[in-house]
């Protein structure tokens, strides 16, 4: 009984992508600011992408995309349209760059990575290009 009341089960069918806590370590039942461990699922790889909410007019339910890899632009995967977080928040990754505003919002667009083949783990970053197409003004 006792092993069986400290045996972990997770909720959902995922992979543990991160563990913060060692063998001996004491857990708090209390909640904390990071979780203990991370899980997900890292098939289909999804994208999240911070448009900027000056350019958030452009994009498009199913604009095709395309995601290069930080470091090697070379390696390329297609992306397809998964849907929109409808609520634009505050930009959280700031380059540190001087022209660059505090207080930009972004739109977060959520794109599927098409290519199963391309070394890529959950959490790092792409370069996104999305197809804004012929937008018309008026």
Known sequence: MEI???TVRSPIDAEVLQVKLRVGEFAAAAPSESPLMVLGRSK????RVD???????RVRAGS???GRLRGNAELKTP????????FVVPKKSLTGDSTERVDTRVLQVIYKVEQ???PLFVGEQLDV??????????
């Open 116 to 118: 199963d083949d391309l």
């Open 44 to 47: 289909p790889l999804h994208v």
């Open 129 to 138: 290009f999305i197809d804004a197409g012929q937008m018309a003004l008026r």
């Open 64 to 66: 095709a995309a395309v």
């Open 51 to 57: 448009v900027d909410e000056h350019e958030g007019w």
């Open 79 to 86: 992306l397809s349209f998964v849907r929109f977080e409808p």
């Open 4 to 6: 069986e009341r400290s």
